[in-house]
């Protein structure tokens, strides 16, 4: 609709707004004047007048009346004001007849009535009228114009002054229906420039998200398509390791497990972004040891730190406890960190906690690049990388530090970054401290092993079963492998044996789920066996899904050694569960 249109559609639909409220005035008006005029003329050509104005009126009510059944649409406005100028002509001339017919140079006080009747109503339409001048006009010149010829026709000074008087006060009003639309037109010039910009926003706001989704949709696609052969190679390197190499092919599988190790988490990096937005991430806070758990953390990057010109620092005081998620503030400490150790060339990249008041600060500091003032806000939105000439896999894809102020807002962490560009970054974390440690629990240590245990696996990717039966046969286990769960199932009767873990992957054929094969399979063995849903989808609402299974899921690539782990637990924790 351009500004025209919405104009006149306003202007039209608040004139016939107001005439019903401005005809029951007409009506008494009317009335009245009748009622005034009764005793000194002619009462039949009165009753006529009168007769003749309620059939304008009634024309003009039935008008509107077909008006507000109809609802027009704002395109076709015009005829509808074209009509409102009809009517208030009629109605102007029904008024204009009446100095005509009743007024005499020998009656003065009929001239004087009048004078005073037809400014106060001219006065009261120019209240309802005048949004639109051309309605205004058609109903007061006329009105006016006549009662001038009938005081000109009659003759006398005191006449000719009564109808002057009429006419000028006829020109002001029209002077201030004419203001009066003009503001009406700039109110609705206003209120059709915000809607304008309320759908322009809108129309925005849709394709932003739209954009989001299809870039979900994209990303969680291709992880998904990435993680399946990724994931099959996590297994047959892991089986590689179990055999006896020349030096030339240990350190070959060396440099093979470190680039499968970077594949990995940058694909986790996005998967813990789907996460994050599809709100499955749970905060399970309990109080532990924040030095053992920063010592540890600080142990694993010594070990395997091998940059000469970066001293790996740790600076803590012992026995500082906190009441936090220790997976999710190791996933917030380890990002950090790889960020540090990205950035820094030269220096040192220390790990520090003290305890500040009642609070905690953990803090990972580095000699790095740093970050310039201007970019603070920008490095914590996705896929924001600083120093892009400088990019390569070994960076990421620019989340970390996304992922960490999602985390932290999760954990109710406060978090605050200090930069300067070419001097270096310190982020630290404010935590809760508490005096104690209530209900801690130890980590597992070693590399479980299965044997004699009966593992069924259930996945389509031919390269994912070879890969699976190799890694667990390796730890002792039996391993039946199927890619459909009717097949898995014929193979077990036959090998008339029951599966102690079903390990199965989320997206199966023919149209199957993961979470629909377990069940068949508990079903046909009447029995809560162990389960663990493996899946290489990231979309959010796959997360959900799978999340609302009930069983441990882990998302592709599962580095062996955690899906030995993670089979282990869920063994053992069946085994507690029957004590």
């Known amino acids: 609709m351009q500004l025209e249109e919405f104009q006149l559609f306003e202007q039209t639909k608040a004139l016939y707004k107001q005439l019903p409220a401005v005809m029951v005035g007409t009506f008494g008006v009317y009335l009245l004047t009748m009622l005034s005029l009764w005793s000194s003329q002619d009462q039949a050509l009165l009753l006529t007048w009168h007769a003749a104005a309620l059939i304008v009126l009634t024309l003009r009510w039935r008008s509107v009346q077909r008006y507000f059944r109809t609802r027009p649409a704002p395109q076709t406005m015009k005829p509808w004001l074209d009509r409102v100028v009809f009517w208030a002509a009629c109605t102007g001339c029904v008024w204009g007849v009446v100095p005509l ?96 910009l309320v759908q322009q926003l809108t129309k925005q706001k849709e394709t932003a998200e739209s954009a989001v989704r299809a870039k979900n949709q994209f990303l969680a696609a291709a992880s998904h398509d990435l993680r399946q052969p990724l994931h099959a190679s996590g297994m047959f390197i892991d089986a590689l390791a179990h055999l006896q190499l020349g030096d030339e092919a240990q350190r070959i599988l060396d440099k093979l497990s470190l680039s499968n190790g970077s594949l990995n988490r940058l694909l986790h990096a996005l998967l813990d972004i789907s996460r994050l937005d599809a709100k499955v991430v749970e905060f399970l806070p309990k109080s532990f040891d924040l030095s053992l758990f920063l010592r540890r953390i600080f142990n694993e990057y010594a070990e395997g730190h091998t940059h000469p010109k970066i001293e790996l620092r740790l600076s803590i005081v012992p026995n500082l406890f906190t009441f936090s998620d220790p997976m999710l503030l190791e996933r917030v400490v380890r990002n950090l960190v790889e960020n540090a150790l990205k950035f820094t060339q030269s220096g040192e990249v220390c790990i520090a906690a003290a305890a500040v008041d009642d609070h905690i600060v953990l803090s990972i500091s580095d000699t790095g690049i740093g970050i310039p003032q201007s970019q603070h806000d920008h490095v914590f939105q996705e896929f924001t990388q600083l120093n892009k000439t400088a990019r390569d896999r070994q960076r990421g894809l620019g989340l970390g530090l996304t992922i960490v102020r999602q985390l932290c807002q999760l954990m109710n962490i406060e978090l605050a970054l200090e930069s300067v560009e070419n001097q270096g970054t310190n982020v630290s974390l404010t935590l809760q401290q508490t005096a104690e440690v209530i209900g801690a629990e130890r980590e597992e240590s070693g590399t479980p092993m299965l044997e004699a245990r009966v593992i069924l696996v259930i996945d389509d990717e031919q390269e994912i079963r070879d890969g699976m039966v190799r890694m667990l046969t390796q730890s002792g286990a039996r391993v039946v492998a199927s890619d459909s769960v009717c097949l898995a199932i014929d193979e077990l009767n036959r090998a008339d044996c029951i599966p102690d873990c079903i390990v199965a992957d989320y997206r199966l054929s023919e149209d199957r789920n993961g979470i629909q094969a377990i069940a068949q399979v508990r079903d046909e063995f009447n029995l809560a066996i162990p389960a663990i849903l493996v899946t290489g989808d990231t979309s959010p609402e796959s997360l959900l899904f799978a999340q609302a299974g009930g069983l441990a899921v882990h998302h592709k690539p599962v580095s062996p050694a955690e899906l030995r782990m993670s089979i282990w637990r869920e063994l053992n924790q069946l085994s507690a569960d029957e004590v």
């Open 101 to 196: 017919l009743f007024v005499r140079q020998d009656d003065p006080i009929t001239a004087l009535v009048l004078a005073f009747v037809f400014p106060g109503y001219l006065a009261a339409s120019a209240s309802s009228l005048a949004l639109s001048n051309r309605v205004f006009l058609a109903f007061s010149l006329p009105m006016s114009s006549m009662f001038l010829l009938a005081c000109v026709l009659q003759g006398g000074t005191l006449l000719y002054l009564v109808g002057l008087m009429i006419f000028v006060f006829m020109c002001i009003m029209v002077m201030f229906a004419r203001n009066t639309e003009a503001l009406f037109r700039e109110r609705a010039a206003f209120q059709y420039e915000n809607q304008s």
